[in-house]
């Protein structure tokens, strides 16, 4: 029941943009932080952007600095990436998860399936 589902993800010319959702369902997204992740073919699990449940710390890959946004909508259960100036470097699965930080470290409550995101002309 505990789900993320991510949606957003297509093909977009180098330069263009997308904007990616992460929508929850079965939990209350907003109790914890959020993060992105790609994965390109051959290539490790990368992180991209976190948030914090109540959106008001956010960090970033230094690749994506600049161009990649992360933000979050509490009352629709939903994180976003607007991800800007895209490059064809920037083509992978991209996946969100929710985490809770405690005295245990990191728990991951759930990951999304993914959604590819393709940046070619």
């Known amino acids: 029941q505990v789900q993320l589902v991510e949606s957003g993800g297509g093909l977009v010319q180098p330069g263009g943009s997308l904007r990616l959702s992460c929508a929850a369902s079965?939990?209350?997204?907003?109790?914890?932080?959020s993060n992105w992740y790609r994965q390109a073919p051959g290539k490790d699990r990368e992180f991209v952007a976190t948030i914090t449940d109540n959106g008001e710390g956010t960090n970033y890959a230094d690749s994506v600095k600049g161009r990649f946004t992360i933000s979050r909508d509490n009352a629709k259960n939903t994180v976003f990436l607007q991800m800007n100036s895209l490059r064809p470097e920037n083509t992978a699965v991209y996946s969100c998860n929710a985490e809770i930080r405690g005295e245990d470290g990191i728990q991951i409550i759930a990951w999304g399936q993914g959604t590819q995101v393709t940046v070619s002309s």
């Open positions: 079965g939990f209350t997204f907003s109790m914890y932080t």
